[in-house]
């Protein structure tokens, strides 16, 4: 079985505070990827990873940063979080393009 | 990729089969058939995907017609933890050019006791 998993399901931050999301998969993909999920705006990928120490943007990466050090963690840093950063945050990895979510964070940035 | 349209809601006796439907009429021959679902302040879970042959693994069946403009995900045996909202997806899995996932508003599956 595939297991993503991520550092928190949930988590309040205040305003201008450095946030780091982590994100752990075991099944050695080469593929990871960090998405947001809003109401009525579905899910937006942010950035994703092929490789360690590789990284590309996606649709929305502004006010957010990643770090891929080693295969299995991929994190995002919010670098000064953000009221409009509050969020459902998705990683996903990815096995022969299908890719498989992790629980996900409820941000809450105050 | 290709636009699906799912109905918006459907209710199932719990222990019957859920059936559900996905037109996607304007899908592309190298495009897959896809599902998720996502329970309630949850991540999205892979099902299943196909690309014209019908699929079975240990969750759902996948049938797609054999004209693949259209499919059925197939629950056996639907139970109250199937409730969820279904997403069917059609795209072409490549890598690099292609890596974002698009889920549209997909159909609210409710599991009746």
């Known amino acids: 079985d595939v297991k993503v998993t991520q550092s928190s399901r949930y988590l309040v931050k205040r305003t201008g505070e450095k946030v780091f999301l982590e994100c752990v998969q075991d099944?050695?993909?080469?593929?990871m990827f960090w998405y947001r999920q809003d109401p009525g705006l579905g899910l937006r990928l942010i950035y994703f990873?092929?490789?360690?120490?590789?990284?590309e943007k996606g649709d929305i990466p502004e006010g957010y940063s990643v770090s891929r050090e080693k295969k299995e963690r991929f994190s995002l840093i919010l670098e000064s979080a953000s009221t409009n950063q509050t969020s459902m945050y998705l990683c996903?990895?990815?096995?022969?393009?299908?890719?498989?979510f992790g629980p996900g964070t409820r941000l809450l940035v105050l | 990729d290709a636009k699906t349209t799912q109905p918006t809601s459907m209710d199932c006796a719990e222990g019957r089969a859920a059936n559900l439907p996905c037109n996607h009429s304007t899908i592309s021959g190298n495009e897959y058939v896809y599902w998720y679902r996502q329970i309630h302040s949850q991540g999205p879970q892979y099902i299943i995907h196909g690309l014209k042959n019908n699929e079975t693994n240990e969750m759902a069946s996948l049938i797609i017609t054999e004209d693949r403009k259209s499919s059925t995900l197939i629950l056996p045996h639907a139970t109250l933890r199937d409730t969820a909202v279904y997403y069917c997806?059609?795209?072409?899995?490549?890598?690099?050019?292609?890596?974002?996932?698009?889920f549209g508003t997909g159909t609210r599956l409710t599991i009746i006791p």
């Open positions: 996903a990895s990815s096995l022969e393009e299908t890719q498989y």
């Open positions: 099944m050695d993909h080469e593929n």
């Open positions: 990873s092929y490789d360690v120490k590789m990284k």
């Open positions: 997806i059609v795209r072409v899995p490549r890598f690099p050019g292609n890596e974002k996932l698009t």
